[in-house]
């Protein structure tokens, strides 16, 4: 599998998979995942987004953005078909060895109480959790924030 920063071209594949991905989040959460409305184009151009590609199929996205010595994990998605064979830990692990380069010192990410797998794949993979934040909007989730330690 390579991971590769993705290219202007590679937007509405980018775009098409993280509607796809987060679909099913949908009616868990009562309202569409903010990653779903994200400026694909604004964050490609930035370089903050990393494909994952195995077999010329795009099958994971994982968006990181600078916050001084932090990388914050804006979204990860692993196409449908893929999930479970360990494309978001190698999306994970990437990310973690790109903020290391970079000298940053931690790690962040959020995600939604109500998405359990995703809790329980965070808390796996060495994060811990520092803080919960309710949304002040209509029917919101809460949200979970992590962090891990580099």
């Known amino acids: 599998m390579l991971i590769e ?5 590679d937007h509405d594949a980018v775009a098409a998979l993280t509607q796809v991905a987060y679909r099913g989040y949908v009616s868990l959460l009562g309202r569409e ?29 994982i968006v990181l953005e600078n916050h001084g010595s932090e990388t914050l ?13 360990g494309v978001g830990q190698r999306l994970l692990r ?7 380069a970079k000298g940053h010192v931690r790690m962040r990410l959020c995600t939604s109480d109500k998405m359990h797998r995703n809790v329980r794949i965070y808390l796996a ?12 909007l209509e029917s919101s989730p809460t949200i ?3 962090i891990k330690d580099l």
């Open 33 to 61: 995942p903010t990653p779903m409305a994200q400026n694909h184009k604004a964050r490609i151009a930035q370089g903050e987004v990393f494909l994952a590609i195995s077999a010329d199929a795009l099958c994971g996205v």
């Open 73 to 85: 994990i804006y979204s990860i998605v692993v196409a449908p078909e893929m999930q479970g064979q």
């Open 125 to 136: 993979f060495g994060y811990r959790e520092v803080g919960r934040e309710d949304l002040d």
């Open 144 to 146: 979970v924030w992590f």
């Open 5 to 9: 920063r993705a290219k202007p071209e």
């Open 94 to 100: 990437f990310a973690e060895a790109r903020a290391r």
